[in-house]
């Protein structure tokens, strides 16, 4: 399970990223996120919608309401240019923390020679 | 070992839950059909795993998370709904206390009328002032401590069930046809009672005239300090309890 505050910094890079496969509702959202984590990011799901809504706000992303096939209404969400950029700005930094940090636990074997 | 006695009824359960946070001005109606949307996916899925209907209703509610804390977070991005909620019962509770007032000056001043006329009559004048002021005072307070304590009573015992009641009614037709409705035959009370003072007020001599509108002021003077006395003491008893909840005590 990850850390709460982990869990609330990645949202928005994660709903941006599920959202470059295409437009997609809250609940599919959460589904994707659990299924490519085995479970381990777990999010409180209400909380997701604030977040959207901000996201929203703030015009990253954009909203509309449709029809499903079960017939009832959904709202889907999809990318905006903003949104585009948004996200390529947080991969440059979760890399750069996933970069250092990876340079720091390896070296273990080049220890050995 | 089931002891249900009646089945689980699955719309009923959403529909319950929906309400529960209505009470709340953080959700919009969009927000509740959003999240409403989001609880009938969750129990679908739910259900396919082979889960019973309450089953899968109380985990989906679980994960959904509590009316609360969905509330602050919702909160943060509604902030003018809340706003605008709390003027509109700013606006709700100036009329109200502005309707109450001419309601009561206006009973109050029927009163004094009515319990009058046996004295004219009778032709005694000089007692006339006294008598009014008392009668028209006390009635006035009588009424004023009446309307407040049904007001605080009313609000007490359904405060969210009231404000869920008026956000309804906002979209609602029939609902807001009787407030509308409500509301105008109340507007036309006072100055219905008033009217009937004028036609009485115009059969007196003037002499008696003077003396009625003497004891009328005299009452109501004394009436509206106590009234406005009133009002403080129920402001102060409300910030107390504000106080108490924010501290915890």
Redesign the interface.
Known sequence: MLAKELVAASTVPLVLSVLTEGEN????LI?RVRVLSEGKIEW????L??VL??ME?AKLIESEWREAE?G????YYRLRREGRKALLEEKLQWLTVHETLSKLWKPSQPRLT | METISAPFDLNQAIQQWREGLNGSPAFSPE?L???E??L???I??LKQHGLAADEAFFIASR???SGA??GT??G??NVSGIWLNRALWMLVGIQGLGFIKSLVSAVSLGAATLGIRPIVSLGSVSAMPLYTGLLCGLVHLLAFAAALAVGWKLLRRKGPGAAAWLRKAQTSSTRLTVLVVAFLLLILLSPAIQMGNVIFFRQLSPSNAGQFLLGINYGTMSASLLESAMLIVLTLVLARRQLFAKTGG
């Open positions: 509702y809250g609940y599919a589904q409180t799901e209400g909380m919608y604030p809504h901000w706000q079960t009832r209404k959904r709202k | 927000n059909e959003e999240l949307s989001h009938r996916d969750s679908a899925q994960r959904m998370g804390a969905l977070e919702f943060k991005i």
